[in-house]
């Protein structure tokens, strides 16, 4: 709980305390001391649909950023076009202080802005060690002429597999670096995903629900991972989640969607108390007492579907 007197509106997280967002205010479009991507005016619309719809949001260098809101609120179409892999209708972002909007996805992975996503890309028939090999950018071996060479990039691939080897250890991944990937657990492939992401080395590493369908054993991990590409790298991180323990547990900030809009963001104690982020998980009016009509159309809902489970002929209820 807060101290007497503390401001519920300012960063509480656990980067927070003394930290860049330890003064921020709890508002939607709040400028940040230092932030390593800045998104204005982006919408996409799918048909009559608008997916996403984001005036303003910066992301802070070196703190731990969640996304949350209910399903189809545009989360991962916000990561999708964030990152090269959908294009815009409108609007422009920065990464680093380079306008990357329009950029290949593997351009911008080159820059330093690396995703995984909801379900796992991993290359099944290949080893997990050869997996974590393709993720090393910009080397001289994948080149058409330098490749009929092996003498220009070999000890560039010896580098890249100490490398891999030196992650999936971290990873508690080395006793699998000969398997194929597709053998992997669901929650070994989200730990091989967030590793291969690695190898690229990015300054800031988007995670799309990392923990989901992950056993509870590995989630602890999985976390642990997160929290360390933080306190040891000093890496930011931004992660779609849905399970807001997990939320509380590692983010030093928030950001809210619903319909595709930004409708909250600030430290996690803010969020949680904020009612219009209640109402958009739960509904305006999930709390309020529901008047006679009402209940009397519910009763009849309920007592319809349970004389047609018991009468599957179709007769008509007496």
Do not use: C
Not at 163 to 171: G, M, N, V
Not at 219 to 243: A, P
């Amino acid at each position: 709980m807060p101290a007497d007197g503390a401001d519920p509106n300012v960063g509480d997280g656990p980067a927070a305390s003394g930290g860049p967002l330890a003064r921020v205010a709890a508002e939607v479009g709040v400028a940040k001391p230092d932030p390593i991507l800045v998104v204005d005016g982006v919408t996409r619309r799918f048909g009559g649909l608008t997916a996403v719809d984001v005036d303003h949001l910066e992301i802070q260098r070196g703190a731990i950023t969640a996304l949350i809101g209910p399903n189809g609120a545009g989360k991962t179409t916000l990561f999708n076009l964030l990152t090269g892999f959908d294009a815009p209708d409108h609007g422009r972002w920065k990464f680093d202080g380079t306008d990357v909007a329009g950029v290949p996805a593997y351009k911008v992975a080159r820059r330093g802005m690396v995703r995984t996503f909801q379900l796992t890309k991993s290359l099944a028939k290949l080893s997990v060690l050869e997996n974590m090999k393709l993720g090393a950018t910009d080397q001289r071996g994948e080149r058409f002429l330098p490749a009929l060479l092996p003498f220009l990039w070999k000890s560039e691939e010896r580098a890249i597999e100490d490398r891999a080897d030196e992650l999936l250890t971290r990873f508690k991944l080395h006793d699998k670096r000969g398997d194929f990937a597709g053998s992997l657990s669901g929650g070994q492939r989200k730990l091989l995903e967030m590793a291969r992401a690695l190898m690229a080395e990015p300054a800031m590493v988007m995670l799309d629900e990392p923990m989901a369908g992950v056993n509870p054993a590995l989630t602890q991990s999985l976390l642990q991972h997160v929290k360390s590409l933080r306190d040891n790298e000093g890496r930011t991180v931004v992660f779609v989640e849905h399970d807001m323990d997990v939320v509380y547990d590692i983010s030093d900030w928030v950001v809210v969607m619903a319909a595709g809009r930004i409708i909250a963001e600030g430290p996690p104690r803010a969020i949680g108390a904020n009612q219009e982020v209640i109402d958009a998980y739960l509904g305006t009016h999930h709390d309020a007492p529901l008047s006679v009509e009402e209940e009397d159309e519910v009763l009849s809902d309920i007592e319809s579907e349970l004389w047609a489970e018991r009468t599957p002929g179709g007769a008509e209820q007496p």
